[in-house]
């Protein structure tokens, strides 16, 4: 089986970070979110990895060959944005006829891995949603498996969201029908969608069973990725790199502090991840994702996601400030 991630988006809605940053490596609860995705797939056997990537994809690349050097690794570039179906599609030759499991590049969900690897049907990850038409969304039958998927309905038939996740055992079929969908000219909101791809498979009688997932943690807007790091911290308790002596330091669990890190006179946490090499004095610091070669210095910072080699001083409010910038309040 091969796993397939794509990560070509921009990001838009965590700019300024996504300028210099593709989301997939924007840091969460001490780790990348694609970290989080790969290591769940690799603990659960899976060895070979595709990447669709795009904008900043060198920056994909050069972070996946330096932390996963054990991977069989396949870099594909998506360099026109047309929808997921089009770039499930440019992996057809590295596939073959192998089973895949594709995870959306930005989606972290708590759930069985190794269950969904070892089954004998294709699967679809799902969760209820209080309003799913922002989503993929699926009918399910009583039996389990799924008699329809419709990608952003208007009006939905069901509360089923699909979260980003999808093991396909027929790959054969599945290439046939994104086929099908471009030269029909099927596009969901100017998009050839993998949603319509699988509907089509299940039309023309694939089985596909429905898995819930327990959790699934948003990452996709500077709000919600402040939750899910606060949520994460919580379930794997933080982590602090041994050696680290802060003077005059309080230090209120959970957080991430990595290696390198200066830290006097403050207060850090709760739910808190700092990227390495960052220097913090005379702050307080809570509820907060903070970059690496990061200064802050006399801050109260609350729900504030800073990026890397920025310079903060002397104020009390909420943030959201991309890499390389510089502020002082004083």
Known sequence: MKAIIPVAGAGAKLRPHTYTQPKALIPIAGKTILSFIVDQLHEAGINEFIFIVGYLG??????????????????????????????????RNIVGNDEVFVVLGDTICEYDVQEVVNSQHSMLGIKKVDDPRNFGVATIGEDGFIEAVVEKPAIPKSNMALVGLYKIKETEFLFECLHHIFIQDIKTQGEYNLTDALDCMIKRGAKFQSFKVKNWFDCGKKETLLESNATLLKKFGGNVTDGHDFQDTIIIPPVSIAPGCEIKSSIIGPHVAIGANTTISHSIVRDSIIGSYTNLHEVVLDNSLIGSDASVKGLSRSLNIGDNTEIDFG
């Open 58 to 91: 060198e920056k994909i690349q050069d972070y996946v060959k330096q932390s996963y050097p054990q991977l069989t690794t396949h870099f594909v570039f998506q360099n026109e944005r047309q929808g997921t179906g089009h770039a499930i599609e440019l992996t």
